[in-house]
């Protein structure tokens, strides 16, 4: 069993930045595939970002390209998505998620995902 809790979402004018920061329990986290994901009310959940065990690969959707970092400190068992140039269109819940399951490979599917928090929202006026 593995607990997410995600903080850090709040609302900004376009072209602010967050961070959100999610704390994952547990003593694997350092064996864990995480990811962010986001949803709008009425829409599929939708992959954002995700990152290997090491950190050292990381995945992105094409909208967040150079605008979003996703790092993680498995000492402190906690992965965080740093996001820049904040757009209207970004404002989504945010979720952190855990893939227990994947070899090597950062999966983009919503279902791959074992876990999940409880959600941050994050809101972009223009």
């Known amino acids: 069993q593995v607990q997410l809790v995600e903080s850090g979402g709040g609302l900004v004018q376009a072209g602010a930045s967050l961070r959100l920061s999610c704390a994952a329990s547990?003593?694997?986290?350092?064996?864990?595939?995480m990811a962010w994901f986001r949803q709008t009310p009425g829409t599929e959940r939708e992959f954002v970002a995700g990152?290997?065990?090491?950190?050292?690969?990381?995945d992105y959707t094409d909208s967040v390209k150079r605008r979003f970092t996703i790092s993680r400190d498995n000492a402190k068992n906690t992965v965080y998505l740093q996001m820049n140039s904040l757009k209207p269109g970004d404002t989504a819940v945010y979720y952190c998620?855990?893939?227990?399951?994947?070899?090597?490979?950062?999966?983009?599917?919503?279902?791959?995902?074992?876990?999940w928090g409880q959600g941050t929202q994050v809101t972009v006026s223009s």
């Open positions: 998620a855990v893939d227990r399951t994947s070899g090597t490979g950062i999966r983009r599917q919503a279902p791959a995902y074992d876990y």
């Open positions: 547990g003593r694997t986290f350092n064996t864990l595939i």
């Open positions: 990152i290997s065990r090491s950190g050292g690969r990381t």
